[in-house]
């Protein structure tokens, strides 16, 4: 295993660091923002001075308008410190970066079109509050998703905000467990949307799954008896997670978000998982706590009334079958010697960004029948089904055949422009750090 940063060192009990706990929004979110208010509000006085509430904003204008509002009577009732990262603010900030971090015409538009991107990047929101919380200083970045509703305990406050914070602070202090991300899981709906394409049967989704695994996949290791757990605030525990089940949607980070970005493409489901990803990689501690937040859907999307929303999340689905199947192939040269890309405590970005370009060359002849046989399972699921399953079945095939001209290539430009924005992340995090000593936050957000 390769050696991992040393601990800051600092309180082992909840501390009084700035931290950043951020929403990516792109719909109404009232009852999950309301939520995450309550989080803050309920942690102790000291520590919650040091928290900013952070909305990144990637809606329209009436839904902006709305969730605004929202915004200001959280305020006015319980006063958390809430500021809004809206489009026209991150514009700004990103040629402030630019600027800032001196960057070569060539290294600039690289940067500037990975950072500013249409609505759909799964991985534009983490960019952006990664970046804000390199600005704010920040000593862990804590992410909740727009439409994941969490509870908290009000006889003690605990919530997935204390653990997450209670936990990052004994590993600064040099006094437990040292993970680099903690988080939980989800109830009610599915993160996956394939209830039509399991109506006829689970197979058709263990064939997609399988299209992503590479030949001869090595066992799984051994998971110890028992794993480390640490003990917690109002009675509460968390555990060590071996198997990838933390959401990023509940989950907060400390670190590596400074390493990596996430991959800003647009319309590549899954595209933000690469930083908690990359810890198991390199063996570095994930842990799972049971503070489980509530998953919902949006009325139309319950009901699958949106033609539109089926073929972008099959388009979606169908990019990360084959991007899986690169990924799979990058940890597999990554897990032969970690050490490439972490040694004495050091993160190499271009050596992470080259083994990930390194792995799309070797497997390139790999995925070209993924699309072809990601396809076949759909149009399989289509003829054996019936009615509304049927219909929106076929919606998605139709969508399906256009997009399997052009996935493998869609995601071979992702990967290079992930890899080129690796290769330029430390510049990007240190020119924010240095923003945060000149503008500060107010600069560009309201």
């Not at 902006?64 to 410190?81: D, H, K, L, M, Q």
């Not at 990058?330 to 405590?345: E, K, M």
Request: charged share 25%; hydrophobic share 40%.
């Amino acid at each position: 295993m390769p050696t991992p940063p040393t601990p800051a060192t600092g309180p082992g009990r909840l501390g009084t660091g700035a931290r950043v706990v951020y929403l990516p929004v792109n719909r109404p979110f009232e009852a999950a923002f309301r939520s995450v208010a309550a989080e803050v509000t309920a942690l102790p006085e000291a520590a919650r001075a040091g928290v900013t509430l952070l909305v990144v904003d990637d809606c329209g204008p009436a839904v902006s308008r709305a969730n605004r509002e929202v915004c200001n009577a959280v305020v006015r009732e319980a006063g958390p410190r809430v500021r809004v990262l809206a489009a026209d603010g991150w514009r700004r900030l990103v040629n402030d970066l630019l600027a800032a971090a001196d960057l070569k015409d060539q290294h600039r538009s690289i940067a500037g079109t990975a950072l500013v991107k249409p609505s759909g990047s799964y991985g534009a929101g983490p960019n952006k509050a990664a970046l804000i919380a390199a600005l704010e200083d920040a000593v862990s970045l804590h992410r909740r998703d727009s439409d994941q509703i969490t509870a908290t305990d009000p006889g003690t406050g605990a919530s997935p905000l204390r653990i997450e914070a209670e936990l990052f602070d004994r590993a600064r202090a040099g006094s437990g467990p040292a993970p680099y991300c903690v988080g939980s899981s989800l109830t009610g709906r599915p993160t996956r949307d394939r209830r039509d394409l399991e109506h006829g049967s689970a197979a058709y989704v263990e064939r997609i799954d399988a299209l992503s695994r590479l030949p001869a996949d090595p066992p799984r290791p051994q998971l110890p008896d028992r794993p480390e757990r640490a003990a917690l605030h109002g009675g509460q525990h968390a555990e060590r997670d071996y198997t990838g089940t933390v959401e990023m949607g509940i989950a907060a980070l400390r670190e590596v978000h400074e390493w990596i970005p996430e991959m800003p493409a647009v319309g590549i489901l899954g595209s933000d998982y690469f930083q908690k990803g990359l810890l198991y990689q390199l063996d570095l501690p994930v842990y799972h706590h049971a503070r489980t937040a509530r998953h919902v859907y949006e009325p139309w999307r319950a009901r699958q009334s949106s033609d539109a929303h089926l073929e972008w999340y099959a388009r979606a689905e169908l990019r990360y079958t084959v991007l899986r199947r690169h990924w799979n192939a990058f940890n597999r040269l990554l897990t032969a010697d970690p050490a490439q890309v972490l040694r004495d405590g050091h993160f190499d970005q271009a050596a992470y960004a080259e083994l990930f370009v390194e792995a799309l060359h070797k497997g390139t002849e790999g995925v070209q029948n993924i699309p072809g046989e990601f396809v076949a399972v759909y149009r399989e699921a289509a003829a054996g089904a019936s009615g509304d399953v049927r219909r929106r079945l076929a919606v998605r095939v139709a969508a399906l055949e256009e997009e399997a001209e052009t996935a493998v290539g869609y995601v071979a430009d992702a990967i290079h422009e992930f890899t080129g924005l690796t290769r330029l992340w430390p510049r990007l995090v240190a020119a924010a750090r240095q923003l945060g000593r000149t503008n500060g936050l107010a600069v560009y957000t309201s």
